[in-house]
């Protein structure tokens, strides 16, 4: 008999009831736990062994079985599905390639910018996410009182009270980091290349996620570094096994990995698993770029811990920013480079020499208020809102597509039909006034061709608006 699942009692708090249970049989039949063909327990027996309603039991097995897991057998019950190949993870390696995808991707980029859309395509939290009116009042008293701070310099390492500010709170996360050994970068994307740039020559090989962040793809591009896909669940994230195949096979130069919500599925590692990535490359001397960019948007009651927390021998260099949660236009992202902290800094110090010492100061300041929580609890509360009303949309549709449980951050991945071109669908729904991101932005060899990333980060969206779009082009 199962046993009600952990899943209730500790840390996917924030998902409504219905969709932690069926996030938890998603997960006995990723793992094997109910094998193809196997049935799985009844509403009644949901109710009697796990202890919740026969209607969020029904709901739980209405999402699997929209998600292509399950299927109702008449006068049976449910059945667990051959997993469909679009959602399979991968099994074997694939081959190192060359990156060619900026022009796509700036092509993409340029157009979901466009004025007068619903903006669901870029990763950008539209202004009611983002505390502006307390930003302005804070810069204007700053003014007030350091006016020089509207034309200084800010040098590496950067403003030492935003830096202890961002030590404080990566150490509230298991991690044990100093200020001095932060520096602070113009957003996370620069930290990454930095990162990139000291510990990786053109030609190497750089393992990441597959489906990847896009920004991480044009840099690797950029300085003409080999991307090694490694395939990743969902929900779970990076495949490790997958991982410790790569690296016994090819000249792994270093590995850049999201764990906390990662983008674009918003997939959350497992604590077992971040602990077993850590010391893996710890082990096999790779080092471990960790992006944490959307750790802050967690739905559950606890801020899940970084893989740096792990990180004894200074292997992990870690990368966020307050892009996504307090202003994308300020820049201020940093990184905590371990044993390559030094030489982080003087490229950062050649590179960008410094950076605008406002933003740096209202930043130390705003996270000095103590209103950073207050606001962070208020929009996980609305995303986390946005994104059970986006599913339940989907859900009712009966379209044929299934999609991602993200845990946290502002991103749904949609899984459409193999034989559809998201790319044209994309276009199609541009013409509606709507702009997504197409599958094939997150992969250098045309992977996910068939999925969209969607972002929830939108005031009021219509969701109605985007079932109709896309209904319409996936039956033209
Ligand atoms: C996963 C991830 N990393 C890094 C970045 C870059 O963030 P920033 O705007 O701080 O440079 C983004 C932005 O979309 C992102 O989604």
Redesign the pocket.
Known sequence: MLRIPTIFKCDREGLVLYQQVAEQLAEHIRTGVFAEGERIPSIRKLHQQWGVSQSTALAALSALEAQGLIEARPRSGFYVKALPERLQVEEHVPAPVAVSRHQLINHVLNQSRQPGLMHLG???PETVFLPQEILRRISNRCLREQPGLITDYAFPPGNKTLRQQIAVRMQAAGCSVSASELLIT???????SLCLRVLAQPGDLIAIESPA?H??LQALEALGLQALEIPCDPARGMDLEALAAAIQEWPVKACVV?ANF??PTGSLMPDEHKQRLVSMLSEAQIPLVE?D??ADLHYGRRQPHPLKAWDREGNVLY?S????TIA?GF?V?WVAGGRYHQQLQQLLTVTTMASHALSQQVMAEYLHSGDYDRHLRKVRRQYRQQLHNLVDALYASGLPVAWSLPQGGFLLWLILPAEVDALAVYEQMLQKGISVMPGSLFSASERFRHCMRISIAVSQPDWSLLVAALRGSLTD
């Not at 113009?186 to 990454?192: F, V």
């Not at 920013?321 to 996504?324: D, L, P």
């Open positions: 870029a990763a950008v113009q957003g996370c994307q620069e930290a990454l962040y920004g991480l999201s990662s983008n992006d960019t959307y990368c920013a307050f892009s996504k994308p820049r992202g």
